[in-house]
């Protein structure tokens, strides 16, 4: 079974919280898929699904027919925690980063910068990072995060040498 990462412009109607679970406890019930992780922005304007699932066409028409507007869906590959710790949603997340992979970079080659740089958030440890989705096609990766402020993140990917495409405030799941 793959990882697909769904990145979803939310429509009029989902823009509280109690709005927004009712909506993933639908597509929990009604898709085929397996719902990995939800992450929404604290304006309830983007949402970010992880599914499992065998069968990408068929996750695509029944997003459809849920109403769930499709912008952006790929194959992705979880980095940084073992998928079931990412099930279980334990860790607190406030932040999502997004980088646009350089054109040139390789999968391997990012898991190992990776691994060499992760090190360095020890430097910034009022940020702790939780995990990192990576597109299959190494077009961009997601990193989720909990951290005080926008720019303790910031901080902690300059000390990674990590670029940042743009940060999302994630809503409280509390």
């Known amino acids: 079974m793959a990882l697909y990462l769904v990145e979803s412009t939310l429509n009029n ?7 927004f679970e009712e909506k993933v406890e639908t597509l929990q019930s009604e898709l ?4 990995i992780e939800v992450q929404v922005a604290a304006d309830f304007n983007r949402a970010f699904f992880i599914f ?11 997003l ?11 194959e992705v ?10 099930k279980k949603q334990t860790d607190k997340i406030n932040y999502l980063v997004e980088w646009n992979l350089p054109e040139d970079l390789t999968m391997d080659a ?23 989705y990576v597109c299959e096609d190494m077009t961009k990766c997601l990193c989720f ?14 000390a990674v040498k990590a ?12």
């Open 52 to 62: 499992e699932t065998e069968d990408e066409a068929t996750l695509a028409s029944s």
């Open 13 to 19: 109607d989902i823009q509280t919280k109690a709005a």
């Open 110 to 132: 990012y898991l190992e910068r990776k691994k060499k740089n992760s090190v360095h958030y020890a430097e910034v440890p009022e940020v702790e990072f939780s995990r990192t």
């Open 77 to 86: 590959r979880l980095v940084g925690q073992e998928l079931e710790e990412a």
């Open 64 to 74: 459809s027919e849920q109403d769930v507007p499709v912008d952006l869906k790929k």
């Open 145 to 158: 995060y909990d951290a005080p402020d926008d720019d303790a993140v910031v901080r902690a990917r300059e």
């Open 163 to 174: 670029p940042i495409d743009s940060i999302t405030q994630l809503s409280n799941k509390e």
């Open 32 to 35: 085929a898929a397996e719902l």
